[in-house]
């Protein structure tokens, strides 16, 4: 059976959205030993970087041959010089769809909204309008929905009745897609929660260790470009700081400034440069490798979502820094209520929180157990709903061939 993969990059510099990959596929493998079948994988956010390939290849054990990787179209036809120029990738999607027996759209985890820009929103809902239109079976896979402006919600409700199968990732974002589908939604946890990884042992056991995550979309001094509709009440340069003066000052801790996404490393390095005391790790190659550091830690301090779902999935207190809906959405779906919401709360109320949280660090690891709980069962879920949709689809197929012969 041929899978298609949307929404799910392979070369990315954002670990968050190779993790989705990276646990998709893991779940699809876990699945195809169940059926004894071998699927071959179309991934549509494809690189030409051989080596990545080959590295998501050696990592998840899937043989090359399986994976074939592709370029996602440009469907913003307002944008008509670069939809023009772009007409010859957009064929090459429609090819590699037409060779997919079914679609799995993850769209980034969460770039199903118009936060990121309209070119975003219009690129990402008209593929999947296209699979309907060409009648491909696909599903909306764990994600946000949302927030969307009152020119977004009609199109993307259309593209959410299109689906076979519509997951959401947080109790907001199953509540926008009921009103804006009108159909059953399935709660189903973010992906990154199933990336396989291996647990490490701290480096220093006399220390509380902890990892701090800064995110270059939020510093002042943006290293990061990517368009956002968002605002936040926090002093994000200040609340930085002030948290990296504290474990600085207080040698019961062994800090470190950890990368989620690779740009995040430009603001680590000149941090460093203040607090010497708090070492520098240089990004990562792929999402497992992070995960697997990052679970050697106490304490993880972040920013970037799929940086505290690696940490809270492999048993480190983790202290959210939300910079919109999504982390209080998940997390309190989870039952977890820890999230520092830079959007509602003063900076000093920031602060007072987060020194707080870490003090209380043992409390946050028990808390994040209980809740691994619940996230084990919606996993089960989701394979057994996969497994299901997926024999349906070979079924209909094995049935279409008989009445053509």
Known sequence: MNIGIMGAPIDNGNLGCMALTYSLLSSLEDIAKETGDDFNYFIFDGTNNQN?????????????????????????????????????????????ILKCDCVIDVTVGD??????????????????LLLSWMHKPYILAPQTYGPYGKQSEKKAGVAMRGADIVMARDALSLKVAQNLSKREILLIDDLAFQLPFEKQKKHDENSIVVGINVSGL???????????NFEIEVDYDEYILEICRYLSSNTQYKAYFIPHVEIDHEIHSLLHKKFPQIEVIPP????????????????????????????????????????SRKFVGLFETLGYFRTIDLQKMSTTQAIECTLSEIAAYRQLQDEGA????GVEERKSLFRKTVKKWIEGIRQNEAKSTREEE
């Open 284 to 323: 990562f190659a792929n999402p497992i490798e992070a995960k697997s550091f990052i679970s050697r830690l106490d304490i993880f301090i972040g920013a970037r979502m799929h940086g505290t779902i690696a940490a809270f999935s492999s048993g480190v207190a983790c202290i959210p820094t939300g910079y």
């Open 370 to 373: 209980e809740c691994m709980k």
């Open 218 to 228: 939020l510093w002042s001094k943006k290293s990061e470009r990517t368009t956002s």
């Open 52 to 96: 990545k390939i080959n590295e998501l290849s050696d990592n998840l054990r899937i043989p090359c041959e399986r994976i074939h990787s592709m370029r996602p179209g440009y469907l913003v036809f307002n944008r008509t010089k670069a939809f023009l120029r772009k007409v010859p990738q957009d064929i090459k999607l429609l090819y590699g």
């Open 111 to 128: 770039s199903f909204t118009d936060i990121y820009g309209e070119e975003v929103f219009q690129q990402r809902t008209n593929t999947k």
